[in-house]
């Protein structure tokens, strides 16, 4: 076998590497990584350098790894603040460190990309090509984010620690329209949700739903406006940019779902979503005037009907948030899998994952008490 460690994804070709994502995750695509490393949205600027590991067998792809080079934690969702704090604490460097993950996504999906086929002689082999960069850069850990199960089943079979987190995902039951979800709720988690939708109607707001084929120049600009005002209101980084969407709306147009809200004329708001064959990915939202309830409307309601109308089986929209379960999202258990190099630290850190995992589950018992679905 011929293994490869690239610089940059278009080293790689398009078809060959699509062709070993399941089901058609907008986020492992060819196409939209290529757009982040195109538009400056990753690299050093942002601590996010391409890794990515390639595997051949008679020059035909049957394996890569989604991998970056890390100097932070920025965009990753899965913290790790504390790890550094004692790394830091005892005079050693925790950066840099390789992370295989989706840049400023926290969505579930492949890590590893392999034909099913061909895991048990593959997923060995990039594992172990990910050790020897790390030994190669001096990387303090490996961390894979967010992967599949499958991956992180596997990953703990070699001892990797394993954390849990939870966010909240909305999970289609063959609902027939959004009235028939509505009916599965609790009276008043459902006389709310009705409540909210009707003031939006009432404020005036047009809701649009575009894809990257109908969504013009001026609605990405408005869009992208949109997503700089969100991160710079936060003292945040707007790492995405124009460019930025409007190369994954032309690359990848039907898996795009951008919702605009309008008000006398003007684009006041929009957030963003990506769908895979079974999945919906809520992304990011922005405005520009304040509407009471515009935000549910655009983030999940407007998903909510996009996956019944798709038959879509599950819509991620994002992480955190509490809020999201009184509007038919639950609790949901995500995982992610931890290398540490240092043998005096992976005691400890494999402890701290471990007093993690309770409280997680403590966590997602307590949220379950307020499950918003009738009883059966």
């Keep these: 076998m011929d293994i490869k460690v690239v610089n940059a994804i278009d080293e790689i070709d398009t078809q060959s590497w699509n062709n070993l994502i399941p089901d058609n995750n907008p986020f492992c695509r060819h196409e939209f ?75 579930s999906g492949v890590r590893f990309l392999v034909n099913s086929d061909n895991e048990k002689r593959v997923f060995p082999i990039l594992l172990d090509t990910i050790y020897k960069i790390c030994e190669k850069i001096g990387a303090s850990s490996f961390h894979c984010l967010f992967s599949s199960a499958d991956e992180v089943e596997w990953l703990e079979q070699q001892k990797l620690a394993i954390r849990h987190d939870c966010q909240f995902h909305w999970i289609n039951q063959n609902y027939v329209n959004f009235d028939e979800f509505l ?87 929009g957030s963003l ?48 948030g509490e809020h999201k379960v009184a509007r038919g999202f639950t609790p949901t258990l995500t995982r992610s899998a931890h290398w540490i190099k240092d043998k005096a630290f992976k005691d400890p850190i494999k402890g701290f994952c471990e007093q993690e995992v309770q409280h997680i589950e403590s966590y997602m018992q307590q949220v379950n008490t307020h499950n918003p679905y009738k009883e059966n």
Aim: aromatic share 14%; net charge negative.
């Design 273 to 320: 979503m990506f769908a895979s064959d079974t999945h919906l990915y809520g992304r990011h939202w922005g405005c520009s005037e304040q509407v009471d309830y515009l935000h549910f409307e655009a983030c999940y309601y407007q998903g909510i009907e996009y996956c019944i109308n798709n038959n879509l089986q599950v819509f991620e929209p994002g992480a955190q």
């Design 33 to 107: 990584l290529s757009a982040l490393e195109h538009n400056h949205c990753v690299g050093e600027q942002f601590g996010w350098i391409p890794r990515h590991v390639a595997v051949y067998d008679e020059k035909v792809l049957i394996g890569a790894a989604i991998l970056y080079e890390k100097y932070n934690n920025y965009g990753e969702f899965v913290f790790d603040h504390v790890w550094q704090n004692a790394y830091e604490k005892y005079g050693l460097n925790y950066y840099p460190k390789l992370v295989s993950a989706i840049p400023y996504t926290p969505a």
């Design 183 to 269: 009916a599965n709720l609790r009276q008043k988690k459902r006389k709310n949700i009705k409540q909210e939708r009707k003031k939006v109607q009432n404020s005036g707001v047009s809701i649009r739903q575009l894809d990257g084929n109908n969504a013009t120049e001026t609605d990405w600009k408005n869009f992208s406006n949109f997503y700089n005002q969100t991160f710079l209101e936060k003292s945040g980084t707007p790492t995405l940019n124009f460019d930025f969407f409007m190369a994954v709306a032309k690359a990848i147009p039907e898996q795009v779902l951008l919702v605009l809200a309008d008000l006398e004329g003007k684009c006041i708001a």
